[in-house]
């Protein structure tokens, strides 16, 4: 028996937003929305720093962009399920280098390079069911649960690779595509997170489990009385998110030629910034996963435009931290607006 239809699962196009009077300049539709607002907030950087920074501009600059901005862009897909629910999940970075470690171990002893890839994204689902049934089942709140499974996974990481890397041996088309390949100037890396983005925001837009997933994240209690089986909703987002940053951290073996254990250390904080930069509401219920997509490309943007400028990675750690609070002032002033006009 199907789930009856949600209409209080509204889409990221939020009515407040929809219905909000014509502006009187380009400018003020733009930032008038959550979403406008980062559009806008990437064009003025890309504008200032195109004046500002030589090289910047230069194609294969661009290209490398792109490439930098891909696993932390595909780890930020699934971190946007769960934070549309109002979960988090903390555990993704130690997921990500637990399964670098696992699929280069797969390689050594042998399996097909595709078997490896699956067995590891699995390894990502299976934790990330295991972070699901501790928050539905036990009711472990997602902060402690996810904080716990990553220092669970962190130590197996370095238990399997004896605190070392697990070298093997690069032989493979897949491998090479995601490593150093691609096709024509755009790399693997991000041909694939370009698809898993695609894959995403076709689940929550036309999907019906992406409206339970808004839904869900709008209102449990609402949720539940239109017959959404929410526990099933919250486990299945951190499932997608272990996936995610399974299938991130097989990228991130491809890059690197080694499963390194310590990998992925801030990839769960970029991932958390990067979703919050694009707009998405911690509090659930609002958010667009092209939002996060702009968030993890203005945090690469900001990454090249520190490396191109000399900056050290101590001082870059700070500015990265004033971009994220100015980003939730930014979202949180917006939605603030939106409240106001939906009451006049």
């Known amino acids: 028996m199907s789930n009856p239809p949600v209409t209080q699962a509204t889409p990221p196009t939020a009515t407040a937003e929809a219905s909000a009077p014509a502006q009187s300049s380009l400018w003020s539709r733009l930032t008038g929305s959550r979403y406008g607002t980062v559009g806008a907030v990437l064009v003025i950087l890309l504008i200032i720093t195109s004046l500002t920074v030589p090289n910047f501009l230069t194609v294969p600059n661009l290209l490398n962009v792109l490439q930098q901005m891909a696993i932390v862009g595909v780890v930020a897909v699934g971190m946007t399920f769960v934070i549309l629910t109002a979960g988090i999940d903390l555990s993704v970075g130690s997921i990500l280098a637990l399964t670098t470690v696992g699929f280069a171990l797969f390689l050594q002893f042998g399996w097909n390079v595709w078997l490896a890839l699956v067995a590891a994204v699995l390894i990502g689902g299976v934790t990330g069911l295991i972070n699901g049934l501790g928050y539905t089942v036990f009711n472990i709140q997602p902060f402690v649960m ?13 238990s399997l690779a004896n605190g070392g890397e697990i070298i093997y041996s690069r032989s ?9 390949g691609g096709i024509g100037q ?19 837009r036309y999907l019906p489990a992406g409206r339970y997933v808004y839904a869900v994240g709008g209102s449990l209690e609402t949720a539940r009385l239109s017959g959404i089986r929410v526990k099933r909703v919250l486990t299945v987002v951190y499932v997608i998110s272990g996936c995610c940053a399974g299938l991130a951290g097989v990228m991130t073996a491809a890059r690197l030629g080694v499963g390194e254990p310590t990998a992925g250390s801030l990839t769960n904080l970029d991932a958390i910034a990067a979703v919050v930069i694009g707009g998405t509401s911690l509090a659930g219920g609002r958010g667009s996963l092209w939002g996060s997509v702009v968030g993890a490309l203005i945090l690469a943007v900001i990454a090249n435009i520190l ?38």
Do not use: D, H
Request: aromatic content about 6%.
């Open 146 to 158: 996810t904080l716990a499974t990553l220092a669970i996974a962190q130590g197996l990481a370095l």
């Open 307 to 344: 490396i191109l400028m000399g900056v050290s990675p101590y001082q870059s750690e700070i500015i990265r931290g004033c971009v994220i609070i100015a980003a939730v002032l930014i979202a949180s002033a917006n939605l603030a607006k939106g409240r106001r006009r939906v009451a006049a």
């Open 172 to 180: 493979s088309g897949l491998l090479n595509f995601l490593g150093n």
């Open 186 to 204: 755009l790399s693997g890396e991000f041909i694939v997170f370009a698809v898993i983005a695609v894959l995403g925001w076709i689940a929550l």
